[in-house]
């Protein structure tokens, strides 16, 4: 059963950045697409990026300021965050679906494994 962990989260004041990371305990990623989602109280989660061995995937209200990326290690998978604004706050989720020719952003109902989530509060 593949296990997700998320770290990375914190604090941070408006126009910084964090790199949240996403590792694998016992498995490498290279097969599997995986998505970040978040969700702020009382909304609906969100898509936030996606990777998978064909596609990369940003929803538009983070586009050109995260980054998405497989670290070398093979079993992480990262999620640049740069310039962040107060609306980025949330809790982030990083999840995987086993899928070599995932199209991304896909649905969140594909994914099967999910982490436990971390904190990113955007404030000054």
């Known amino acids: 059963q593949l296990q997700l962990v998320e770290s990375g989260g914190g604090l941070v004041q408006p126009g910084g950045s964090l790199r949240l990371s996403c590792a694998a305990s016992?498995?490498?990623?290279?097969?599997?697409?995986i998505g970040w989602f978040r969700q702020a109280p009382g909304k609906e989660r969100e898509g936030v990026s996606c990777i998978s061995t064909i596609t990369t995937y940003y929803a538009d209200s983070v586009k050109g300021r995260f980054t998405i990326s497989r670290g070398n290690a093979r079993n992480t998978v990262y999620l640049q965050m740069s310039s962040l604004k107060p609306e980025d706050t949330a809790v982030y989720y990083c999840?995987?679906?086993?899928?070599?020719?995932?199209?991304?952003?896909?649905?969140?109902?594909?994914?099967?494994?999910w982490g436990q989530g971390t904190q990113v509060t955007v404030s000054s």
């Open positions: 016992g498995f490498t990623l290279d097969y599997y697409a």
């Open positions: 999840a995987a679906v086993r899928s070599v020719y995932y199209v991304c952003p896909g649905r969140p109902s594909d994914f099967v494994s």
